[in-house]
């Protein structure tokens, strides 16, 4: 594998923060980590994610730097999606392109930082507000407007609009996604027209998080007349008029979203002069539109297309952090008798069994070919909290056998253990639209059957997948799961406060220490502190084993080789869009549009 | 003539009545639902999804869902599309015209090359070119859809970058075209998918027709046209043709229906966003107003397309009208 040959062109540079998120050899693969005695030798096959990580490294070292002058402004970069945005108001697009899109067209008080600390506002760029200050207390934050921002219809933006965006999210009538993430905002009072003042409920780590991130500025002028329950079908809600560096030309529904430079911003003109998000009907028909070059970006690529743009003269493949990672969740209650524990994963050694079985390691290998991570608890490792040196339950079939004998689980006729006259028998239900997913199943499958384990895959459409997650009534799922970058964000997973459909707990997995631990380490401001209170939870849960960690992958887009990416947060590859470039010596015709309004 | 259709309207509205009810209770019954589908995330409470649920009316019993969206129905107004967030009308009538262009021109070129290529084949039955040609709409007509139009993109978008992999349209320059380069854009964006539709539907088109030409050319009528010193090429494109064009104006009755269905494996795979792609999403998407929607429109265009394949054989054949 040449993955330095995939990355040569890509300004070393500029994705410092990328590489700076890939963690060292050894903490990827520490020494600690499980390995099978007599099956697994330190070959160099078994270490391709660390080779991935080091060419990666290594590859770009020797690549002339580049950096965008001033006549490389311009230029049009065509994404192509799988999928449309939901809205383009941000306090209601909850799907992954409706924010991509939304993030380019509006601006929040203050930008996370690239290493996404949320712990009070270190590393936070201003943005919409020019600088705040916190009251003595720490109950409150008084932000500061720019007063050069202004929307994209010409008007100046004011305090008022951040009370009222404020006020928007919180209305139960507006019902907002994101309102059960600012219940620690009380309010928002304004001082005068570019000063408002935010008011907090309790002074946590996270409150300046809480507003910054979490609540984008949207134009009360433009939305103030709409009555909030009725802004889901308003034709307001899809003007897009925000603050931010690209202004929405039009959204062609079904079609594509077109977005052009506002050359007037605040904050500079973007470096591109127009961004256009491209509708395709499945991940097949995007990554076929970016090969031809249709389409300038693929965010995701899988494997077989990464090796397919080796020796590629006009495309390349671009690593980026995400917050991506696979497991399987392990239903730990009964779904036909709620609050009964589940007749197989009720008992932890069953599950502690069940991981030994599973060798993590070739499947992944299997898998991702050298294209993902190993996973060593609920954490991607582009979180501050993530420690990839946590011990983890090895891969061990003699133990995992004894395990289940011990536990009752004895060997029938069939090969399949039984206890009180169960079989041990489960499904494995897991999303037809995610091949990735979908080869784990199958892998998993084979590897408890030689456990004595008869497991079903239970192969589903996303609807089908989602509600049986929703009303937790499955066995086991392959979860594919995009973390919040917050520590509270675990909390979300993994407390009891998270059982329940309000929360994301889709194993039911309880225990009061984690939760104790969790809380801690949300409400504790040394980071220091922090990372040891979550260690500690994180240890428990691989004790407990609530479910099996299989991947994160790595994330790889594909780009056209005259496009300059600059800047890609894991949060959100997009974050830094605006600073993209394309070289005026490398333009093709879509580039050379400009400015020009659409006839 | 007027009571054969009046009956066949009054048969039509019954089905499309039934069939989208049964849709409706149907997609209703199925796991999932449009808010969770785009509100099942973390962070998101089910007060929300609930608040949300209560705003559309999905919170309601079934039969009041129902009665209402025949209610509104009747009136014009199809309800609200979750996945398109848009009036669920505006959606399907950005899809439709989109499809009929597609559909309807695969079908005109089908139809003409069906005809022209069971012509070529019946002036010497057995032949070279008959077994040529049979040889060929036999493999055409075995292939899966979503197959031959992968190979055409695969071959015409990817090897040989000659025509664009996707869309109605150039995404970005379109705009900026002059007419005639507008003009241009748009049939290099229809080549593809167009001559996909067509191969398959030519390849199903030609085999009848020949069938039919056949069963013709022992008729009395045409050893008589021979004997009196008509070629055999001119026999059949004169006389046997005439007579044997049944059978395809009942099969273009037929594919009337896909002309508003879509054709969905060509649609997805050429990325056509027209009513096959739409219903597609929809389902997916448990997009209820959607899927209802273009069900209806669908099994009015089976109705109709019955309908019109009964009127014009009926036209065609005075034999059919006296029955």
């Known amino acids: 594998m040449d993955v330095a040959s995939l990355t040569r062109d890509v300004d070393p540079r500029s994705l410092d923060h990328v590489w700076a998120h890939f963690p060292s050899l050894t903490a990827i693969f520490p020494d600690n980590m499980p390995r099978t005695p007599r099956r697994f030798s330190f070959s160099a096959t078994h270490w391709t994610p660390a080779f991935l990580a080091g060419v990666l490294l290594l590859g770009c070292s020797d690549v002339k730097q580049q950096a965008a002058g001033p006549a490389d402004v311009g230029g049009t970069i065509v994404v192509a999606t799988p999928g449309e945005p939901d809205y383009l108001l941000p306090p209601l697009a909850a799907q992954i392109v409706g924010r991509q899109v939304t993030d380019l067209l509006y601006d929040r008080l203050a930008e996370i930082g690239d290493n996404l600390s949320t712990v009070d506002d270190k590393g936070f760029k201003p943005q919409l507000a020019a600088r705040w200050e916190w009251a003595p207390d720490s109950l409150s934050i008084v932000f500061h407007l720019d007063p050069k921002a202004r929307w994209h219809d010409g008007q100046p933006v004011?305090?008022?609009?951040?009370?009222?965006?404020l006020n928007l999210v919180k209305d139960p009538a507006f019902g907002s996604p994101t309102a059960p993430l600012v219940t620690n905002i009380d309010s928002i009072s304004v001082r005068d027209s570019l000063t408002a003042v935010a008011h907090f409920k309790r002074h946590t780590p996270e409150q300046f998080?809480?507003?910054?991130y979490q609540v984008y500025i949207v134009p009360e002028h433009i939305l103030g007349n709409t009555p909030p329950a009725q802004l889901k079908t308003a034709e307001v809600a899809r003007?897009?008029?925000?603050?931010g560096r690209f202004r929405l030309v039009k959204w062609d529904a079904g079609k594509q979203v077109e977005l052009v430079a506002d050359t007037l911003n605040y904050?500079?003109?973007?470096?591109?002069?127009?961004?256009?998000f491209s509708k395709s009907p499945d991940f097949n028909s995007a990554v076929t539109r970016f090969l031809s070059g249709d389409a300038d970006v693929f965010e995701i690529l899988r494997p077989e297309n990464i090796e397919k743009l080796k020796g590629d003269t006009l495309r390349r493949a671009v690593p980026y952090p995400s917050l991506q990672y696979g497991y399987l969740a392990l239903n730990l209650i009964d779904a036909a008798h709620p609050g009964q524990p589940h007749r197989i994963f009720g008992d932890r050694a069953v599950r502690r069994a069940l991981t030994m079985a599973v060798d993590r390691r070739s499947m992944l290998q299997n898998v991702f070919g050298g294209y993902g991570f190993p996973l060593f608890g609920p954490f991607p490792h582009s979180l501050p909290v993530a420690d990839t040196t946590l011990?983890?339950?090895?891969y061990d079939t003699v133990k995992a056998r004894a395990l289940l004998d011990s536990a009752g689980w004895t060997v029938g006729a069939d090969g399949v253990r039984v206890k009180n006259g169960q079989r041990l028998e489960f499904t494995i239900t897991v999303p037809v639209s995610s091949a990735i997913r979908m080869k784990y199943s199958v892998l998993l499958q084979e590897a408890f059957k030689k456990v004595g384990a008869d497991v079903k895959l239970d192969q589903?459409?996303?609807?089908?997948?989602?509600?049986?997650?929703?009303?937790?009534?499955?066995?086991?799922t392959v979860e594919g799961y995009s973390t919040d970058p917050s520590v509270s964000g675990f909390k979300q997973s993994w407390s009891t406060a998270a059982l329940g459909k309000d929360g994301s707990n889709f194993t039911s997995y309880a225990n009061p220490t984690v939760d104790a631990l969790l809380d801690s380490a949300t409400f504790t401001f040394d980071p220091a502190r922090t990372r040891a209170y979550a260690r500690r939870a994180f240890e428990i849960i691989n004790e407990d084993a609530p479910g099996i960690w299989l991947y994160e992958p790595a994330t790889v887009a594909g780009i056209q080789k005259r496009i300059h990416p600059t800047h890609m947060r894991a949060d959100g590859w997009w974050s830094g869009l605006a600073d993209w470039w394309i070289p005026a010596s490398e333009r093709t015709a879509r580039d050379r549009i400009g400015l020009r309004p659409t006839p | 003539m007027r009571r054969f259709v009046a009956g066949r309207l009054a048969q039509a509205a019954i089905v499309v009545f039934l069939v989208t009810t049964v849709t409706f209770i149907l997609v209703h019954l199925a796991p999932g639902d449009p808010i969770a589908m785009g509100l099942d995330r973390p962070g998101v409470s089910e007060a929300v999804r609930q608040h949300w649920r209560e705003d559309f009316g999905l919170d309601r019993p079934l039969v009041e869902q129902y009665l209402r969206w025949l209610s509104n129905a009747a009136r014009g107004d199809l309800g609200w599309s979750f996945s398109f967030h848009q009036p669920v009308r505006d959606v399907i009538v950005d899809a439709l015209p989109r499809t009929l262009l597609l559909v309807g021109l695969a079908m005109m070129l089908s139809f003409a090359l069906g005809i022209v290529v069971a012509v070529l084949q019946t002036e010497r039955p057995g032949g070279r070119r008959d077994r040529w040609f049979g040889r060929i709409l036999l493999l055409l007509y075995s292939v899966p859809d979503f197959w031959l139009a992968l190979v055409v993109l695969l071959m015409f978008a990817y090897r040989l970058p000659l025509f664009p992999t996707s869309g109605i349209v150039d995404p970005l320059m379109h705009d900026y075209m002059s007419f005639s380069g507008r003009l241009l854009d748009r049939l290099r964006h229809l080549v593809l998918p167009v001559s996909t539709l067509t191969l398959l539907a030519t390849a199903a088109i030609s085999r009848h027709q020949r069938s039919a030409l056949l069963e013709v050319m022992?008729?009395?009528w045409m050893r008589t046209a021979i004997a009196k010193g008509v070629s055999q090429r001119q026999a059949v494109r004169r006389h046997a043709l005439r007579n044997a064009l049944l059978p395809s104006i009942t099969l273009a009755g037929l594919y009337l229906p896909a002309l508003a269905a879509g054709a969905l494996f060509v649609e997805k795979v050429f990325s056509w966003p027209g009513m096959g792609l739409l219903a597609a999403d929809a389902i997916a998407a448990r997009d209820y107003m959607l899927i209802t929607a273009s069900v209806l429109v669908t099994s009015v265009a089976v109705a109709i397309g019955a309908l019109l394949a009964d009127v014009a054989a009926a036209v065609a054949d005075p034999r059919i009208r006296v029955r």
């Open chain 1, 460 to 476: 589903t459409d996303m609807a089908g997948y989602m509600a049986k997650n929703g009303d937790r009534s499955f066995d086991t």
């Open chain 1, 391 to 394: 011990p983890q339950l090895p």
């Open chain 1, 158 to 165: 004011r305090a008022s609009d951040v009370r009222y965006s």
């Open chain 1, 209 to 212: 998080y809480d507003l910054a």
């Open chain 1, 267 to 276: 904050r500079g003109r973007p470096k591109l002069d127009r961004v256009v």
């Open chain 2, 218 to 220: 022992p008729s009395d």
């Open chain 1, 239 to 243: 003007r897009g008029i925000g603050s």
